[in-house]
């Protein structure tokens, strides 16, 4: 293997590429991890706990979801064997330790997240956070903070309020900023009479939960977009026009899903747009099939161009890297090491591209170079690149790594039904 590596360092050298502080580079870009894989966004505030159809969805019954915050922990543990480079834990408000009470979403605390802050100090990860405005009986009429309902607002106002909050303790505990990203179902299924006054409601709503001061060293906002949602086809408040208006206006964080766009739209050519008038962005990345179906990620275009773009924008310090898929149809320890390691090879590529030599080119007008070089790149040997990461991070690669999901899978997961 150390001869393969030898020479792959060699072959980028020939295009200006140096592998050593690829890899160097790669190692300190952090992404979030999303705690909602490993048990189908069911969160754990009742026994019963799951989804309601609140604009989100998820399919498939695969043996073995975690039933508790013990195993939830445990399965992240052991996808974390296979998932190379700094990680971060990004957490719902519904995945608090509620010691089988009922706590209103409202009425959360810091207390409710104090455990996970604790297991994640002990494996030194930065923790992400969201409020949960889906599956709740006070999502009425498929509305929150945009509901004519004045009683519905407040009570929500209220949640994205005490998530600020515990976002804040949580970066103080950890001395890493939290990233809070608000994302709402409301819309309609039909065609409203009134599409501006649900806006003019959610504008409001946002005003008052951002007019509590929080720090922004522990705490950073961030609001995300979406196209269409089961239940929302033909209205939805959150549009990215709103949503991007919105957190240009207030200078919070734009967030960009790649599943919540047309299926042909790629997030990867609104990034530098959005970079130049919002601070900072938050990405969601995901897969999505023909809609927002939330599948495992791979190193497919879409993910390639993400990270090319986060990279050609030497935005690696501005650009939030969270995944955001949740597929039940799959070994959940595969899904996460899958689209983990995908989105981290998909950066590993964008950094081996021989970009200093494509801007030369470009800079020269010569784009039949600029062309070449691009097509060059994908021929280079970056899997002996990505072998030498796994090596050097001591993460499970290859057969390895199957064999032992399977493992897992045969001595943890078959055992919990």
């Known amino acids: 293997m150390a001869n393969n590596y030898k020479y792959a360092k060699e072959q980028y050298a020939k295009f200006g590429v140096n592998t050593d502080k690829a890899l160097e580079t790669l190692d300190k870009i952090p992404l979030s991890m999303h705690c909602w894989q490993g048990d189908d966004v069911c969160g754990f505030e009742t026994p019963d706990a799951g989804l309601s159809g609140d604009g989100i969805q998820t399919t498939g019954n695969f043996p073995g979801k975690a039933r508790n915050i013990d195993e939830l922990r445990q399965d992240i543990d052991e996808a974390l064997k296979y998932i190379p480079g700094k990680t971060r834990l990004n957490l719902h408000a519904i ?114 939960i951002f007019a509590v001061k929080v720090s922004k060293k522990y705490n950073k906002d961030a609001f995300e977009s979406k196209l269409f949602g089961i239940g929302s086809e033909s209205y939805v408040v959150g549009s990215h026009e709103f949503v991007m208006g919105y957190c240009v206006k207030n200078q919070i964080l734009i967030t960009l899903d790649s599943g919540h766009f047309h299926p042909t739209e790629m997030i990867a050519d609104k990034i530098s747009s959005a970079l130049l008038f919002s601070p900072e962005i938050l990405l969601h990345v995901s897969r999505g099939v023909r809609w927002d179906s939330d599948h495992v990620v791979i190193t497919d275009d879409s993910t390639m161009s993400i990270m090319q773009e986060i990279i050609r924008c030497q935005a690696a310090d501005k650009v939030h890297i969270g995944m955001d898929f949740f597929d039940a149809s799959i070994n959940r320890i595969f899904a996460w090491a899958i689209g983990m390691r995908a989105a981290r090879k998909a950066l590993l590529c964008a950094l081996l591209d021989p970009l200093a030599m494509m801007k030369d080119a470009e800079a020269k007008v010569d784009f039949g170079t600029r062309l070449a070089l691009m097509e060059e790149a994908k021929n280079l040997p970056s899997a002996d690149v990505w072998q030498e990461y796994c090596q050097r991070t001591q993460k499970l690669n290859g057969m390895a790594m199957l064999k032992g999901v399977k493992e897992y899978e045969r001595k943890v997961l078959s055992k919990r039904n």
């Not at 409301?186 to 009134?194: E, F, I, L, R, S």
């Open 95 to 208: 995945y608090g330790e509620f010691g089988g009470k009922k706590v209103d979403r409202n009425a959360i605390e810091y207390k409710n997240f104090k455990g996970w802050v604790d297991w994640c100090k002990a494996r030194k990860m930065g923790i992400d956070f969201n409020p949960t405005y889906f599956s709740h009986p006070l999502v009425k009429d498929g509305l929150t903070l945009s509901s004519p309902d004045k009683g519905v607002r407040q009570y929500w106002v209220e949640h994205g309020i005490a998530c600020r909050k515990i976002a804040e303790k949580m970066g103080k505990e950890l001395g890493e900023t939290v990233i809070t990203n608000f994302w709402m179902p409301d819309g309609m299924k039909d065609m409203p009479a009134d599409r501006l006054s649900p806006r003019k409601r959610m504008a409001d709503s946002l005003d008052k």
